[in-house]
């Protein structure tokens, strides 16, 4: 019978965009992420095309892994692939990302994680003809991600 009180601290102040604290492990990750998101994030799963809250989302902001809070990537590096997903030319740099070959499925792709807490955001695939400044897609799951607006008070 060992209730903790759960009062929000003064500090904690709401809309900061600091780090969150890793989890330990996977149980861990199990309490702090919904069932679906753990499946995307911790499991390599996908979500299904079209449904995800992002993949034709033209909001200006910078979208942070949904695990950890890292930012990833900038909504001027989306573009709309029509396929279903998120979709960037390039991530906010180079090192907030690591790359894994993933030969699932029977095919050789290259798996996109976050580089601080190595959740899944799905893959990269290069040379697609789309007219984008690398010809990379970053074709991300909208639930490894969540996107911070760019406030009113940026000019
Ligand atoms: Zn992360």
Redesign the pocket.
């Known amino acids: 019978m060992t209730s903790t009180p759960s009062a929000p601290s003064p500090d904690s102040s709401a809309g900061s965009h600091e780090p969150l604290a890793l989890p330990l492990d996977d149980a861990d990750w199990r309490r702090q992420l919904t069932p679906d998101e753990y499946r995307v994030l911790r499991q390599a799963g996908t979500e299904a095309p079209f449904t995800g809250e992002y993949w034709d989302a033209t909001t200006e902001g910078v979208y942070c892994?949904r695990?950890?809070?890292?930012e990833l990537f900038r909504s001027h590096a989306k573009f709309n692939a029509h396929c279903g997903w998120p979709s960037f030319f390039a991530p906010l740099a180079e090192d907030r990302v690591e790359y894994i070959k993933d030969v699932s499925l029977g095919m050789e792709r290259v798996e996109v994680r976050?580089s601080?807490?190595?959740?899944h955001m799905g893959h990269v695939f290069a040379g697609e003809g789309y007219e984008t400044p690398t010809d990379l897609r970053y074709c991300i799951n909208s639930i490894s991600l969540r996107l911070v607006e760019h406030g009113d008070a940026q000019e």
């Open positions: 892994c695990a950890c809070g890292l976050c601080r807490c190595h959740s």
